[in-house]
């Protein structure tokens, strides 16, 4: 047990861990993250994942900490080392799912051999009563690559020995679909062997037994002992060759095993329509974890629970909450185990929690905020200019040759994903709110075709990923969400399906569920309840952040994950407004500006921010390239408009700072960088291809098309003014970019900074997103000390993003309190260029930081090729200070001292030597 305080949360580091980079690698990297102001390491799942895994969220055992990473030794050194430099752990949980099909996950492998007599049967959440006859008490393994019987035909599912287990299983793949023991005698007693005989009649003695699980192990040991004899595992393996498929008697010998199982055998293109399980989205190696019964909570959570009594955990992130049957539920009684494993220390719980427009994190599940992906969306509207929504959602209708705005882009993304790969998903809420109808006399007679029309039309038009009904129904918030959908749904509807909408209403939580009976009625009630929330999460971020994300792009700045696309922008009182509620009900909310599950990097965003104040230059530039690109496609196919001016944006806004067009090294490692996002955002679009059925003809004409441009002579000129155009907007970017991370580091909440990104980051979605980082690096830059002017003048290395985060993070050490809890005032701002200044104040006990940034600031650097203002173009534009500035002395960054008149300061003295500026009473 450790007997060290626990370390003060200030700032936390995202570290994504695998194979490549593991605990103790992380390890070696403590003193610079100590160096650079954090206090907390944020780490990706670290309990045992499937071999292999860049993430850790496919967990296979979440009984280990994960050998690959170095195991329970290599976390007791690294959190050791954090200690040493007074820091903390936080961990991410994967509670919603984990990873099945494969041979690596013992439950799943128990499930399958055993059903419902396994133990695990309870864990995953199956529906084992099905309509239809061929899954009734089955569960659907969608993991073939072809159907069945092909498959079958083929001798693609051979049947296998595992001598050293003694035990059977047939394999597909990386698949193995273990033999149930109650069938163990069908297979030994032709073995011609009497021992082997013998024990497969004891396997099949096993049948009467109430408990056969629990006798069928010594037979296992067993049956592996007698296959130690060559003679013996010469008979077995001479045994398996009759249920060779290949032969039409073995076809019929293996079949009929098959079938016997608890479990069916089907292609991967059967899930999306009958797979009975839940999975984590549409991902068919994921299954649903039914955390909310005691027994899996406990058996999931057990090993998270030793390293927080042992003091190695300081926090915990729970992954996609919205997974879950009771979000509420789960996160009050984790509180409570949390707070009684740690009582003399606070442990945060932080959720993943995608919000919605006006949606606000419920107060009562006893948590300390959400992962921050709001804040990024928070800071982007900051940075847009309203100006340009206009232009740019013009020229995006003219040029695209795509229909709609983005709400109609994520609408018809919601129609194709419930009919498509959450079709199952759909159906099976269809059927719980039938047999909800067919429970009451006067609704019986709804049809299962007018439910599943009424659900459809619900889903589609829901603005948050999912409500949070309980006994007593639906919250007010989520009152308002259901009237919105309704309007919707109406809309869309004819007439003749109103009144069953308006039936889905008072049984989704409009009704009282205490107003039931206890017993069945109120079972099918709150399964159905249950059922369509688990829906309308998965529904939303397939089709807004995986579909409709990479169809529309007005702005792509304005598309990533937790973002609200259907807005542009926010006035600067918006944001003043959001962190002052920030502060006052979750101040300890994490603030997030990149993450592991980010669209495009945090410095990208920034850079495209600048087209929304450049809207006629770009509409400029789109008029002058699309002719040009007609000659660099060798064929017709693609890419088609869309596609091509998704592309545009991509180039403009990841080109690194320090590549020109005519290196054909650098430009050949870019290439590789952009056709891999290219190909994911292809598929993702499912508009001209997609993951379940490429069309490889496009695909191949985009990537000769990113070829020609980026490698070929024939794309110079195009990429010449590609890249002319990336640079006049890369000042006025990195400029953005500071003034975000300056944000970030001291409003309201708890600044989470992802791995590599105190350097530039011009990284696209996963695995882009997850590249090595160069420590070494970033540890020599910060060894420097460059001063002010240097960092300026050398601003595309990243040095002067790094400065600005351990400059800051240092004031947030030296000041916790002010920070962690100051009073948040906003600071208003007067002159000619008022509006591209946002200004703020931070007091605690009389102590005062005061924060001025730029936004909207591409005019006023006009061709400066410096992120950095020159101080004469802010003429008279000046912030009114809270306090008597003659009474206080205000030093900023690098100390500098900026001069106040009596209670104001001109924006040139606070800007006049640096982009941005957080200044400190003394």
Same mark, same amino acid.
């Given at each position: 047990?450790?007997?060290?305080?626990?370390?003060?949360?200030?700032?936390?580091?995202?570290?994504?861990?695998?194979?490549?980079?593991?605990?103790?690698?992380?390890?070696?990297?403590?003193?610079?993250?100590?160096?650079?102001?954090?206090?907390?390491?944020?780490?990706?799942?670290?309990?045992?994942?499937?071999?292999?895994?860049?993430?850790?969220?496919?967990?296979?055992?979440?009984? !280990?900490?994960?050998?690959?990473?170095?195991?329970?030794?290599?976390?007791?050194? #690294?959190?050791?080392?954090?200690?040493?430099?007074?820091?903390?752990?936080?961990?991410?949980?994967?509670?919603?799912?984990?990873?099945?099909?494969?041979?690596?996950?013992?439950?799943? #492998?128990?499930?399958?051999?055993?059903?419902?007599?396994?133990?695990?049967?309870?864990?995953?959440?199956?529906?084992?009563?099905?309509?239809?006859?061929? /899954?009734?008490?089955?569960?659907? /393994? +969608?993991?073939?690559?072809?159907?069945?019987?092909?498959?079958?035909?083929?001798?693609?599912?051979?049947?296998?020995?595992?001598?050293?287990?003694?035990?059977?299983?047939?394999?597909?793949?990386?698949?193995?679909?273990?033999?149930?023991?109650?069938?163990?005698?069908?297979?030994?007693?032709?073995?011609?062997?009497?021992?082997?005989?013998?024990?497969?009649?004891?396997?099949?003695?096993?049948?009467?037994?109430?408990?056969?699980?629990?006798?069928?192990?010594?037979?296992?040991?067993?049956?592996?002992?007698?296959?130690?004899?060559?003679?013996?595992?010469?008979?077995?393996?001479?045994?398996?060759?009759?249920?060779?498929?290949?032969?039409?008697?073995?076809?019929?010998?293996?079949?009929?095993?098959?079938?016997?199982?608890?479990?069916?055998?089907?292609?991967?293109?059967?899930?999306? &329509?009958?797979?009975?399980?839940?999975?984590?989205?549409?991902?068919?190696?994921?299954?649903?974890?039914?955390?909310?019964?005691?027994?899996?909570?406990?058996?999931?959570?057990?090993?998270?629970?030793?390293?927080?009594?042992?003091?190695?955990?300081?926090?915990?992130?729970?992954?996609?909450?919205?997974?879950?049957? *009771?979000?509420?539920?789960?996160?009050?009684?984790?509180?409570?185990?949390?707070?009684?494993?740690?009582?003399?220390?606070?442990?945060?719980?932080?959720?993943?929690?995608?919000?919605?427009?006006?949606?606000?994190?419920?107060?009562?599940?006893?948590?300390?905020?959400?992962?921050?992906?709001?804040?990024?969306?928070?800071?982007?509207?900051?940075?847009?200019?309203?100006?340009?929504?206009?232009?740019?959602?013009?020229?995006?209708?003219?040029?695209?040759?795509?229909?709609?705005?983005?709400?109609?882009?994520?609408?018809?993304?919601?129609?194709?994903?419930?009919?498509?790969?959450?079709?199952?998903?759909?159906?099976?809420?269809?059927?719980?709110?039938?047999?909800?109808?067919?429970?009451?006399?006067?609704?019986?007679?709804?049809?299962?075709?007018?439910?599943?029309?009424?659900?459809?039309?619900?889903?589609?038009?829901?603005?948050?990923?999912?409500?949070?009904?309980?006994?007593?129904?639906?919250?007010?918030?989520?009152? %308002?969400?259901?009237?919105?959908?309704?309007?919707?749904?109406?809309?869309?509807?004819?007439?003749? *399906?109103?009144?069953?909408?308006?039936?889905?209403?008072?049984?989704?939580?409009?009704?009282?569920?205490?107003?039931?009976?206890?017993?069945?009625?109120?079972?099918?009630?709150?399964?159905?309840?249950?059922?369509?929330?688990?829906?309308?999460?998965?529904?939303?971020?397939?089709?807004?952040?995986?579909?409709?994300?990479?169809?529309?792009?007005?702005?792509?700045?304005?598309? *990533?994950?937790?973002?609200?696309?259907?807005?542009?922008?926010?006035?600067?009182?918006?944001?003043?407004?959001?962190?002052?509620?920030?502060?006052?009900?979750?101040?300890?909310?994490?603030?997030?500006?990149?993450?592991?599950?980010?669209?495009?990097?945090?410095?990208? !965003?920034?850079?495209? @921010?600048?087209?929304?104040?450049?809207?006629?230059?770009? @509409?400029?530039?789109?008029?002058?390239?699309?002719?040009?690109?007609?000659?660099?496609?060798?064929?017709?196919?693609?890419?088609?408009?869309?596609?091509?001016?998704?592309?545009?944006?991509?180039?403009?806004?990841?080109?690194?700072?320090?590549?020109?067009?005519?290196?054909?090294?650098?430009?050949?490692?870019?290439?590789?960088?952009?056709?891999?996002?290219?190909?994911?955002?292809?598929?993702?679009?499912?508009?001209?291809?997609?993951?379940?059925?490429?069309?490889?003809?496009?695909?191949?004409?985009?990537?000769?098309?990113?070829?020609?441009?980026?490698?070929?002579?024939?794309?110079?000129? #195009?990429?010449?003014?590609?890249?002319?155009?990336?640079?006049?907007?890369?000042?006025?970017?990195?400029?953005?970019?500071?003034?975000?991370?300056?944000?970030?580091?001291?409003?309201?909440?708890?600044?989470?900074?992802?791995?590599?990104?105190?350097?530039?980051?011009?990284?696209?979605?996963?695995? &882009?997103?997850?590249?090595?980082?160069?420590?070494?690096?970033?540890?020599?830059?910060?060894?420097?000390?460059?001063?002010? +002017? @240097?960092? /300026? &003048?050398?601003?595309?290395?990243?040095?002067?993003?790094?400065?600005?985060?351990?400059?800051?993070?240092?004031?947030?050490?030296?000041?916790?309190?002010?920070?962690?809890?100051?009073?948040?005032?906003?600071?208003?701002?007067?002159?000619?260029?008022? &509006?591209?200044?946002?200004?703020?104040?931070?007091?605690?006990?009389?102590?005062?930081?005061?924060?001025?940034?730029?936004?909207?600031?591409?005019?006023?650097?006009?061709?400066?090729?410096?992120?950095?203002?020159?101080?004469? %173009?802010?003429?008279?534009?000046?912030?009114?200070?809270?306090?008597?500035?003659?009474?206080?002395?205000?030093?900023?960054?690098?100390?500098?001292?900026?001069?106040?008149?009596?209670?104001?300061?001109?924006?040139?003295?606070?800007?006049?030597?640096?982009?941005?500026?957080?200044?400190?009473?003394?």
């Amino acid at each position: 047990m450790h007997t060290l305080s626990t370390p003060i949360l200030r700032a936390t580091q995202r570290l994504q861990f695998h194979t490549g980079f593991t605990l103790d690698d992380a390890r070696l990297q403590v003193p610079y993250f100590a160096r650079m102001g954090i206090s907390h390491l944020y780490a990706s799942p670290l309990l045992t994942a499937r071999d292999g895994s860049m993430h850790g969220y496919d967990v296979v055992d979440p009984t !280990r900490v994960s050998p690959a990473l170095g195991g329970e030794a290599a976390l007791r050194r #690294l959190v050791a080392e954090l200690r040493a430099h007074d820091m903390g752990l936080i961990l991410d949980v994967v509670s919603n799912h984990m990873a099945v099909g494969g041979a690596d996950n013992p439950w799943w #492998l128990d499930l399958l051999a055993w059903g419902r007599a396994s133990p695990y049967a309870e864990f995953f959440d199956i529906q084992w009563h099905s309509p239809d006859p061929l /899954l009734e008490g089955q569960l659907l /393994l +969608p993991f073939l690559g072809n159907d069945y019987g092909a498959t079958l035909k083929a001798g693609e599912l051979p049947l296998r020995y595992d001598a050293q287990l003694g035990r059977f299983y047939t394999e597909h793949g990386h698949h193995h679909f273990p033999i149930c023991p109650l069938d163990y005698g069908f297979l030994l007693h032709i073995s011609g062997q009497p021992d082997l005989q013998f024990l497969g009649e004891r396997f099949t003695a096993l049948h009467p037994l109430p408990h056969p699980r629990e006798h069928a192990a010594p037979l296992h040991a067993e049956l592996a002992a007698l296959s130690a004899r060559p003679a013996v595992l010469a008979a077995i393996e001479q045994q398996l060759t009759c249920f060779d498929a290949r032969h039409p008697s073995g076809l019929e010998r293996l079949h009929a095993l098959l079938e016997r199982q608890s479990y069916r055998l089907a292609s991967w293109r059967t899930a999306a &329509d009958d797979i009975n399980w839940r999975r984590f989205f549409d991902v068919n190696e994921l299954a649903g974890l039914r955390v909310e019964r005691p027994r899996v909570f406990e058996a999931t959570h057990q090993k998270i629970f030793d390293l927080i009594r042992d003091g190695l955990v300081d926090g915990l992130r729970i992954d996609h909450v919205d997974g879950l049957a *009771d979000p509420r539920g789960y996160c009050r009684k984790l509180r409570r185990r949390v707070d009684a494993l740690a009582p003399d220390r606070h442990v945060p719980i932080y959720v993943e929690k995608i919000l919605g427009a006006e949606e606000s994190l419920p107060d009562d599940w006893q948590v300390d905020g959400t992962t921050g992906y709001e804040f990024m969306d928070q800071v982007s509207l900051l940075q847009h200019d309203p100006a340009g929504a206009a232009p740019l959602a013009s020229l995006w209708a003219e040029h695209s040759e795509r229909p709609g705005d983005f709400r109609e882009q994520a609408l018809l993304a919601r129609q194709q994903i419930l009919n498509g790969s959450l079709a199952g998903d759909c159906d099976r809420v269809a059927l719980a709110l039938r047999d909800v109808a067919r429970d009451d006399l006067m609704t019986r007679d709804l049809t299962l075709g007018a439910i599943t029309r009424a659900l459809q039309a619900l889903v589609v038009h829901f603005s948050v990923y999912r409500t949070y009904i309980n006994a007593a129904g639906r919250r007010a918030a989520d009152d %308002e969400v259901f009237r919105r959908a309704m309007e919707g749904a109406r809309n869309d509807l004819s007439e003749a *399906d109103w009144p069953v909408l308006e039936s889905l209403q008072r049984w989704l939580g409009g009704d009282n569920w205490r107003t039931r009976p206890y017993g069945r009625s109120r079972k099918l009630l709150k399964r159905a309840c249950v059922r369509f929330q688990q829906l309308t999460s998965p529904t939303a971020a397939k089709a807004v952040e995986d579909t409709a994300f990479y169809r529309y792009g007005a702005l792509l700045s304005r598309n *990533d994950v937790g973002f609200d696309a259907e807005r542009f922008s926010a006035p600067a009182q918006v944001f003043h407004q959001t962190c002052a509620e920030r502060l006052l009900h979750f101040p300890d909310n994490l603030l997030a500006t990149a993450t592991h599950d980010h669209k495009r990097g945090e410095d990208c !965003r920034a850079r495209l @921010a600048v087209i929304s104040e450049k809207s006629a230059d770009y @509409a400029r530039c789109i008029a002058r390239w699309r002719p040009m690109a007609r000659a660099l496609r060798s064929h017709r196919e693609g890419p088609s408009a869309g596609d091509e001016l998704l592309l545009y944006q991509i180039l403009l806004s990841t080109w690194p700072l320090t590549l020109s067009p005519d290196d054909p090294h650098g430009l050949a490692h870019y290439n590789e960088r952009v056709w891999q996002w290219q190909l994911k955002a292809l598929r993702e679009a499912k508009l001209d291809t997609q993951w379940a059925a490429p069309n490889e003809a496009y695909e191949q004409a985009v990537q000769a098309f990113i070829e020609q441009l980026l490698l070929h002579p024939q794309g110079a000129a #195009l990429r010449a003014e590609i890249h002319a155009f990336s640079e006049q907007l890369a000042p006025a970017g990195a400029l953005n970019s500071l003034a975000q991370c300056v944000l970030k580091l001291t409003t309201p909440g708890v600044p989470d900074l992802y791995q590599g990104t105190e350097f530039w980051d011009f990284s696209l979605v996963d695995p &882009d997103n997850r590249r090595p980082v160069d420590f070494a690096l970033r540890q020599q830059q910060l060894d420097i000390h460059a001063p002010a +002017p @240097a960092l /300026l &003048d050398d601003w595309r290395n990243g040095a002067i993003k790094q400065a600005v985060i351990a400059r800051t993070l240092a004031m947030r050490a030296e000041h916790p309190m002010l920070f962690a809890r100051g009073r948040y005032e906003p600071l208003h701002v007067t002159g000619p260029h008022a &509006d591209r200044v946002l200004a703020f104040a931070r007091e605690w006990q009389g102590q005062w930081a005061v924060v001025v940034i730029p936004r909207l600031s591409a005019p006023l650097l006009q061709n400066n090729p410096l992120p950095w203002i020159n101080p004469r %173009e802010w003429a008279d534009t000046r912030l009114e200070l809270p306090f008597d500035g003659t009474e206080h002395k205000l030093n900023g960054f690098f100390a500098h001292p900026v001069v106040t008149n009596n209670k104001a300061i001109r924006v040139s003295d606070a800007l006049g030597s640096f982009p941005v500026n957080l200044m400190i009473t003394t």
